[in-house]
């Protein structure tokens, strides 16, 4: 009998595991995958200031090729329960809808994961091949949807310093849109935070000649950057963005003129630009705008650089199989947010593809029950391509 992906789904969305809480999600996966041949491995993760966090890494087979499934079985609050038709944390199946938190993002697509390759396996005599090659790997981590220190990023290195070498990994993020089968993802923008500070002089108002308002040089700098576009694009991505998010001056007295003034900015950029290049770029236009004016441009530490994962073999390999269970030729996008690919991305290709991302972190999050096995399939097609 195949593999229930709904069933999976609904076991899931009963463990309550809004980060960091564990929840019995990975306990049930450990199960399910442990009964099923895999090497399971159970690592809890910390950092000073941060909450200890439990994480999966399960491996069947030892050889090459190796595909990975990577998620997250952490998941956001549900805010004010009593919003909800229907409970969170009950997975209630009405009207060809299975609800709770974690239905599209991404229990949901963890579970046709699990579905598909335990399938994958009973066909294949109980390895990824018959011929004793490949491997695949399940690494799920309870810290995505947080600070994300303590996930991913430390399994992975966890995983490398034993030995193992990844050749591709799918990350079961709900990536589509609309339909299932419309968007892969195949990368992300880089995103980048900084302060542009404008240093004046402080002085009464009414003897303006005795000060310099800082508020001038920074609204000349703010127009030069708001105004020239970063670049046009490039194959893989929309253009680069920088956008203003704050204007700070903090000014309470109406008869001063401020000694400092401060805007806060974000840069979503694409494969044109590196960080330091980036950098390089938005310092010079400063500094062009400003003349005189004496300012300086603070960068945070924390930033998330761009990615892709080129189209090729492997990206052809996972839209072929969306197309031939779904009849949906998917666009290779890069646009949203962050996911923990940006970590994987360091140790093979990667690419996501899930379940609709609609209701994700909603009220009522929900998928439909066929968009289950239609994931599943295609899946389970991957596997079947990929191993062959
Ligand atoms: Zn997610």
Redesign the pocket.
């Known amino acids: 009998m195949p593999a229930d992906p709904l069933t999976i789904a609904r076991d899931l969305i009963r463990c309550p595991s809004v980060t960091p809480a564990e929840g019995g999600a990975l306990d049930y996966l450990a199960d399910v995958l442990q009964r099923a041949g895999f090497a399971v491995h159970r690592m809890t993760f910390s950092e000073p200031g941060t909450p200890d966090i439990e994480n999966l890494y399960a491996r069947i087979g030892n050889a090459a090729p190796h595909l990975m499934f990577a998620?997250?079985t952490d998941v956001v609050p549900p805010g004010d329960t009593g919003a909800w038709q229907h409970p969170p944390f009950a997975a209630e199946v009405a009207g060809g809808l299975l609800y709770g938190r974690g239905a599209a993002?991404?229990k949901g697509?963890i579970a046709c994961a699990v579905a598909a390759v335990l399938d994958h396996l009973a066909a294949a005599g109980g390895r990824p091949q018959e011929n004793s090659k490949g491997s695949i790997s399940f690494l799920i981590t309870g810290d995505?949807?947080s600070v994300a220190i303590n996930g991913t990023i430390k399994l992975l290195q966890w995983a490398a310093e034993r030995g193992a070498r990844f050749d591709h990994c799918i990350l079961a993020?709900?990536s589509n849109v609309e339909a299932l089968g419309d968007t892969i993802k195949i990368g992300r923008r880089g995103s980048l935070n900084g302060t542009l500070i404008v240093t004046g002089r402080q002085a009464h108002v009414a003897y303006p000649h005795r000060g310099e308002n800082p508020i001038r040089g920074l609204t000349q700098i703010l127009a030069k950057l708001m105004a020239e576009p970063l670049d046009a694009g490039s194959a893989n991505f929309q253009p680069s963005n920088l956008e203003f998010t704050s204007v700070d001056v903090g000014n309470t007295t109406v008869n001063l003129i401020p000694g400092e003034a401060r805007a806060r900015f974000n840069i979503r950029y694409n494969d044109c630009h590196t960080q330091a290049s980036l950098k390089a770029l938005i310092e010079r236009r400063a500094a062009e705008a400003a003349g005189s004016v004496r300012h300086a441009i603070a960068w945070d530490a924390s930033n998330a650089d761009v990615f892709v994962t080129a189209p090729g073999p492997f990206t052809d390999l996972v839209a072929g199989a969306i197309v031939a269970v779904t009849g949906r030729q998917p666009e290779l996008s890069t646009s949203g947010g962050t996911?923990?690919a940006r970590f994987i991305k360091d140790y093979c290709e990667v690419v996501e593809f899930?379940l609709v991302g609609q209701t994700?972190h909603q009220v009522d999050e929900h998928v439909p029950v066929a968009d289950l096995q239609t994931l599943t399939a295609v899946y389970r097609r991957i596997l079947e391509r990929y191993f062959s």
């Open positions: 998620g997250h993002d991404m697509g995505e949807e993020e709900p996911s923990d899930g994700m």
